[in-house]
T-cell receptor
């Protein structure tokens, strides 16, 4: 079974530029998450989708970050314009979840962003 | 608000020693889930265990064991006879049930960097 796919693995941009990350979850997984992991810290949830609807985006900096999952499968996370503090690894995860329970999250390898 | 605290930033032991990683959590919910993940140098997060709030039984899986105590809001992880391959960052995480009935995103601690020296 294929795991969670993410691209690109690495990206270097200058501040004020834009960047987009792509995630394809495990087939059949209804829930998709984007996490931000700054060096030396634990992952922080940015946004959670259930199918193509947003469940939680309370920690997403909406003035510069956006995410979509139009067909309920793959997802794109965009940052525009990027700031130095956005340098981090962006992790995508998916889960096969039924209502009322929490299943295991499967993580991709992440996309490492460096903002200069 | 939920919170996970891993007070140990880094632990270094010699191979074959036992080591315990501490995790303390805060939540207002009575139903929640606790997790441990391993993050090796490659960066991918690897699931180790999930425990729900109603199951306080300790669990053992090979050299790994987990001690869940609701009275102290702790979910500690012990590696017995550590090996060099155990070197990684270990994260404890908490999830509360989403009010809408689905899964909630995980709140992670800051992680403990475990170094096993040969």
């Amino acid at each position: 079974e294929a795991g969670v796919a993410q691209s690109p693995r690495y990206k270097i941009i200058e501040k004020r530029q834009s960047v987009a990350f792509w995630c394809n979850p495990i087939s059949g997984h209804a829930t998709l998450y984007w996490y931000q992991q700054i060096l030396g810290q634990g992952p922080k949830l940015l946004i959670q989708f259930q199918n193509n609807g947003v469940v939680d985006d309370s920690q997403l900096p909406k003035d510069r970050f956006s995410a979509e999952r139009l067909k309920g499968v793959d997802s794109t996370l965009k940052i525009q314009p990027a700031k130095l503090e956005d340098s981090a690894v962006y992790l995508c995860a998916s889960s096969l979840v039924v209502a009322g329970s929490t299943g295991e999250l499967f993580f991709g390898e992440g996309s490492r962003l460096t903002v200069l | 608000a939920q919170k996970v605290t891993q007070a140990q930033t880094e632990i270094s032991v010699v191979e074959k020693e036992d080591v315990t990683l501490d995790c303390v959590y805060e939540t207002r919910d009575t139903t929640y889930y606790l997790f441990w993940y391993k993050q090796p140098p490659s960066g991918e997060l690897v699931f180790l265990i999930r425990r729900n709030s109603f199951d306080e039984q300790n669990e053992i899986s090979g050299r790994y064991s987990w001690n869940f105590q609701k009275s102290t809001s702790s979910f500690n992880f012990t590696i017995t006879a550590s090996q060099v391959v155990d070197s990684a960052v270990y994260f404890c995480a908490l999830s509360e049930l989403y009010s809408g009935g689905g899964a909630d995103g995980l709140t992670f601690g800051k992680g403990t960097h475990l170094i096993i020296q040969p």
